[in-house]
């Protein structure tokens, strides 16, 4: 997985038609994704219940590129190498889901992945000022976790405060929740390069029409550059 500051987009899936989960991660990754991002909620951490590693092993086969696994359970270390089995390439914790993120990421590089640590909006940067040489991605929440489809919550001031701490580190700043062309400019001008997109990306397509996909994602893309108009 490049450590590249360009811009890269990773749809939600928790947004594609879960009845073709394969055909819709496939599509994606045809029409432009860089990434596949999945969200996995376990009903205790967040206030919803979605995928588990047998989702991520079905569609494994169908990402061309990166599997970006984002863990919002509590505990998480029980279930790393299930999910590293099951093909993630990187694996996000989130800092407020147990005492002990330095082992968490400690545990996600000695299984083979890479390591991912993740902010809620109330979370300051600081949190993860002693864990960045164990991470390859800091991810900025910019909704509560729990649901799709919520309203962007400006953390522009939290990226930039990374993007500093990070200096000149090989770890992306990964940004999750509300991002659309409207939002992406004002998180790219801030510091990120890994744009998660789950409505904003699979709105108005199918699997059967995987055009408006595309058209999606390089409408976000070029607003993220600065291209769009």
Excluded at 98 to 111: D, E, F, M
Excluded at 131 to 144: E, G, I, R, S, Y
């Amino acid at each position: 997985m490049s450590a590249s500051r360009a811009i890269k987009i990773a749809p939600s899936i928790l947004a594609a038609d879960f009845a073709n989960f394969g055909a819709e991660c496939a599509a994606a990754c045809a029409q432009g994704a860089d990434w596949i991002h999945v969200d996995v909620m376990d009903g205790h951490f967040v206030p919803n219940i979605t995928f588990g590693p047998a989702t991520c092993a079905a569609i494994r086969p169908h990402i061309s590129g990166v599997m970006d696994v984002h863990l919002m359970i509590s505990p998480v270390d029980a279930y790393i190498e299930d999910f590293v089995r099951a093909g993630a390439d990187i694996l996000t914790a989130h800092v407020e889901a147990g005492p002990h993120i330095h082992r968490t990421l400690q545990a996600i590089r000695a299984s083979g992945a890479k390591a991912g640590v993740a902010l809620n909006p109330g979370t300051p940067a600081e949190a993860v000022a002693h864990v960045l040489d164990l991470a390859d991605l800091v991810c900025v929440m910019t909704v509560n976790p729990g649901f799709g489809g919520q309203k962007f919550i400006d953390m522009s001031a939290k990226i930039r405060t990374l993007r500093e701490m990070i200096g000149d580190r090989p770890i992306h700043i990964e940004i999750d929740g509300g991002v659309d062309p409207t939002t992406a400019p004002i998180v790219a001008g801030a510091g990120a390069d890994v744009l998660v997109a789950g409505s904003a990306v699979f709105r108005g397509g199918s699997v059967d029409n995987p055009a408006p996909y595309g058209e999606n994602i390089r409408a976000i893309r070029a607003a993220a550059e600065g291209t769009w108009v």
